[in-house]
């Protein structure tokens, strides 16, 4: 069964729906963070397909921007999750509830 | 006419500084208000006017230098509107007409800005007074120097506002500020039609504009004054309205009387001299559009004529001193309408220069005395001011005899030029020459009335106020002496040809009223050129009538208008000075109805109380207020808006939950709907 | 041999991201994310990638998961308090429909188009270093400048964010 275009636009689509999902049911600040990784790493994935397919090296270039962009969002996620957590004592989103209304 | 074959243009960027300088000056005064002394204020403000007043002058004598044929310099300081073929600029022009107003605003406005300085100078206002009169003067050159129509529009809508201001200038008062709120709600009626009018000329004008044409401008328009043949009649009389307003005409002339709530320099400069002229000037700059339509020419002659007559019977009877003035400049308004309307303009310039001159003389005077009688206006407990006001007194009398025209003060002049064309024009005639006949009778009649009361006999007024009558200082008898000397030589200019004189003036209008001298459409077609040829045929118009225009009857006529205006001065004098036999029967007369229905003006007042303002309270506060205001707008659109947004916000705060996880489950659905929409689309 | 490898990473990185949802351990699953990271390297070899395959591991499996473990460790224990408790039941399908929707239509969406193998022919040293570079610095070389703006501004916000902490304490 030779592997086409398709079959990797459904790989990717699994996992980025699970990354949707578990960021709706985590509550957990850091782990939610994670999926928005998982989700960007199956977009990377399409990304490289193309790629192939087209015979093009832009779409790596725009992984290692993927890379970068992953990379500066964890960074910035993580030290604001920590001042949070140094100012509220936790990071479960669903205690963080100043904003409503 | 900015089409090639026409002269060049002198730009001249002096013009900007003679409307501009005032315009500073009010800034000054108007900003620093009370944080300057009074003697800087009256400095700036006379200064300002001063230095516009010499700049006039020089602009003028640098006009005169051109040839006849040419004399026209302007100033484009700045694009206005622009837009397609649509164009206007910030501009000013100065040519023959502009010039001798701009002398007449400035100059007279310059004398009674140095009356005022003796006038309000123990006034809580003082600053705020000179702000005002400064930015009238400002709006007054913007009107009379406007390069086009807009320009002149904004200067008239400024000298509305001005006159607003300085009629109800004393607020504190309920009568004072309603005066002024009159004024302005019937110069509004006016600026309606002339706006209307306006728009009309932009709109039949702008599809004949040459690129590069401003649209209003006057010698654009003058240009193609023929494509506005067809709705001439329709422009001229809208922009008439607009003059009625202004010039205090009928139907609207009823704020004029009223306005003398102001101060009464106030009263000389805008609602005698300058801005009560601006109809006029208008009418004479929109010559072009007049002289294509005999019909609208026909209604302002009639309305003119029927507003001198109206406005000087009523002034036979006001007690008030500044009403009876007032009623006078409503009449001697009339005179200049009328010559308009018979195609004189240069007579009705004419007119309006002199009459710049006395009115202004006869106000300050009035003013003099009132200033003298503790602010006494009712000449009923006045006389015998003679003695006491030496000064004023004699420089009133100058001015009395100027207004009822004896020779040889600018009255005369003035008056018997516009006799004789209600004579001889064409629109003109016998009838109207006996209606403008009997208007010169009453007024004399009705000046020599004042003297009479005012200067004449014994001191009416209470102990108190006759201890306190002292002649008033230099700074306001010096303009009464100027402006008395105006007055009985400013005529001298226009010293008619049947007199053996040249008549300096009409020539030197002639060019701007080429076409209304000549064949309107030859002159439109010409446009340019036809300015020099219709400057020498008005020449030889002139000459033309002094040589076969029955010089023995212009002659005849002048002597009888003369003979009529010292009648009626003896008349007056008879009347109100001594008990004879005439006067008895007069005042006979005095107790009757048509003394009754002339004392209370006709009953317009009333009249338009009962046909318009009232119905207009009544429907305001019925349908507009309660039904309109309280039920649509404030029931149905302000608190119906509001609560549907209550509703809504109510309803979408649900969703403003705070839960993060929340919003990336609609997040979620929204990029489920997404994906749905996409694949449906295909 | 190629479709061999494509499954079986694909489908370990599936195992590696349904297994981080569902570990209540944030450290555990941190380190199941890890897994799933170095699976998706594999795809990348697949999609001869081999560049962005050993970037995968070197820069996200290594570094950026790193720090991931770095910051749950500094600021709890194993497991959130609050996670210990279940979702209650009602609004687990409420919670799970709008996902499978999304992963039900875009399935069959994808499963519309016409099936094309992916390409063979490519040319020698595709998503080597060299080529990459090239098209790195050639082509996109805006795109790559920009990358190094949003790390500058990411190293600067996180700087602020922690200097502002130390400054108020």
């Known amino acids: 069964m030779t592997v086409t275009l398709n079959h990797c636009l459904g790989l990717a689509a699994v996992i980025f729906v699970t990354g949707m999902a578990g960021f709706i049911v985590r509550r957990n600040a850091i782990v939610m963070l994670m999926c928005i990784e998982l989700m960007l790493s199956a977009v990377n994935i399409v990304f490289a397909a193309f790629a192939r397919q087209h015979a093009d090296a832009g779409g790596h270039v725009f992984v290692l921007m993927n890379f970068a962009v992953a990379a500066a969002e964890a960074a910035i996620g993580l030290a604001i999750l920590v001042e949070i957590y140094r100012r509220r004592r936790t990071v479960d989103v669903d205690e963080l509830k100043t904003l409503m209304e | ?18 409307v501009l300088l005032p315009l ?28 516009s007043f010499v700049l006039s002058v020089v602009a003028f004598l640098r006009l005169a230098a051109l040839p ?65 009169l400064n930015l009238f003067i400002f709006s007054m050159m913007t009107l009379v120097l406007g390069e086009n129509l807009l320009m002149l529009f904004v200067g008239w809508e400024g000298v509305g506002l001005c006159s607003y201001l300085l009629i109800s200038f004393w607020f504190n008062e309920e009568a004072n500020a309603a005066a002024g709120k009159k004024a302005f709600i019937v110069n509004r009626v006016g600026d309606f039609g002339f706006l209307i009018g306006t728009f009309l000329l932009g709109v039949t004008l702008l599809p004949h504009l040459e690129p590069g044409e401003g649209l209003f401008s006057f010698r654009v328009m003058q240009h193609h004054a023929h494509v506005l043949a067809p709705v001439a ?27 003398m709530a102001g101060p009464t320099p106030v009263s000389a400069l805008i609602h005698a001299a300058t801005m009560v002229t601006a109809g006029v000037y208008m009418i004479a700059r929109m010559n072009f559009v007049y002289v294509l339509a005999p019909t609208a020419m026909e209604v302002v002659t009639i309305v003119g004529a029927a507003t001198a007559v109206l406005a000087a019977t009523i002034a036979t009877t006001q007690n008030d001193i500044k009403r009876v003035l007032a009623y006078s400049t409503v009449s001697q308004l009339g005179y200049m309408v009328m010559a308009c309307g018979l195609g004189a303009f240069a007579a009705g310039i004419f007119h309006v220069m002199t009459h710049a001159f006395f009115k202004a003389l006869l106000f300050l005077g009035s003013g003099s005395v009132i200033h003298a009688m503790s602010g006494e206006q009712d000449m009923r407990v006045m006389g015998g001011l003679a003695k006491k006001l030496p000064i004023t007194f004699w420089t009133f009398l100058a001015g009395t005899f100027a207004i009822a025209g004896v020779f040889p003060l600018a009255g ?4 018997d030029e516009i006799l004789w064309k209600a004579f001889s024009s064409d629109g003109g005639g016998v009838a109207l020459w006996l209606v403008a006949f009997l208007v010169a009778g009453l007024t004399a009649f009705y000046m020599m009335r004042l003297v009479v009361l005012t200067f004449h006999g014994t001191n009416r007024a209470s102990q108190e106020v006759r201890h306190h009558i002292h002649e008033s200082p230099l700074s306001m008898t010096l303009p009464l002496v100027v402006l008395a000397v105006l007055s009985v030589a400013g005529g001298w200019i226009g010293w008619p040809a049947f007199l053996g004189g040249s008549n300096h003036f009409e020539h030197w209008l002639a060019p701007v009223f080429a076409d209304g001298g000549h064949g309107a459409a030859a002159a439109a077609h010409h446009g340019g050129e036809a300015l020099a040829h219709g400057a020498a045929a008005a020449h030889g118009a002139a000459d033309h009538a002094g040589d076969h225009g029955h010089v023995a009857l212009e ?69 507009l207020w309660k039904g309109v205001d309280a039920g649509v707008i404030d029931g149905l659109l302000v608190n119906g808006s509001a609560l549907v947004v209550a509703v809504i916000g109510s309803l979408l705060r649900l969703l403003q939950n705070g839960l993060v996880r929340f919003y990336a489950w609609s997040f979620t659905v929204g990029v489920a709907v997404f994906v749905v929409y996409l694949s449906l689309k295909g | 041999m190629e479709a061999f490898l494509f499954w079986s990473c694909g489908a370990l990185m599936v195992l590696g991201g349904v297994m981080m949802v569902l570990q209540r351990s944030a450290v555990v699953a941190a380190l199941w994310l890890v897994f799933a990271f170095i699976a998706a390297s594999g795809v990348f070899a697949v999609l001869h990638a081999p560049f962005l395959a050993i970037m995968q591991v070197l820069v996200y499996a290594g570094a950026i998961m790193v720090l991931f473990l770095f910051v749950i460790m500094m600021l709890q224990g194993p497991v959130m308090e609050g996670e210990r408790k279940r979702m209650a039941l009602p609004l687990w399908p409420a919670a799970a429909i709008p996902p499978l929707a999304v992963l039900v239509l875009v399935g069959a969406w994808v499963s519309q188009r016409t099936p094309e193998p992916l390409r063979t022919a490519l040319p020698d040293g595709f998503g080597g270093p060299r080529d990459v570079a090239a098209a790195l610095l050639g082509r996109y070389l805006l795109a790559f400048e920009l990358i190094s703006v949003v790390l500058l501004v990411a190293i600067v916000g996180a700087l602020a964010l922690g200097h502002g902490e130390r400054k108020a304490s």
């Open chain 2, 412 to 415: 005369f002049f003035s008056k």
């Open chain 2, 555 to 623: 002659r005849g006529l002048a002597a009888a208008s003369l003979a009529w205006g010292l009648l009626g001065l003896s008349l007056g004098y008879l009347v109100y000075s001594r008990r004879t036999k005439v006067a008895d029967t007069m005042r006979g007369l005095a107790g009757g109805w048509p003394y009754r229905i002339l004392l209370n003006k006709y009953y317009v007042d009333e009249a338009y109380d009962g046909a318009i303002i009232r119905p207009g309270f009544r429907f305001s506060r019925t349908v």
């Open chain 2, 1 to 18: 006419m900015h089409s090639p074959e026409t002269q060049t243009v002198v730009q001249e960027s002096l013009l900007r500084w003679i």
């Open chain 2, 24 to 51: 500073l000056g009010a800034a000054i005064n108007g900003l620093l208000n009370r944080r300057l002394p009074r003697a800087a204020a009256g400095a700036v403000a006379c200064g300002a006017v001063g230095l």
């Open chain 2, 68 to 132: 006849a044929g040419e004399r026209l310099l302007a100033d484009i300081v700045a694009p206005w509107l622009g837009y397609g073929p649509l164009r206007v600029d910030i501009g000013f022009a100065l040519d023959p007409l502009s010039a001798v107003m701009a002398l007449v605003v400035t100059g007279v406005g310059l004398l009674i800005h140095i009356y005022s300085l003796g006038y309000m100078s123990h006034d809580k206002g003082f600053q705020r007074f000179f702000t005002y």
């Open chain 2, 233 to 259: 009649t329709v422009i001229g009389l809208l922009l008439f309205v607009g003059a009625t307003g202004k010039s205090a005409q009928i139907p609207l002339y009823i704020w004029l009387p009223d306005a």
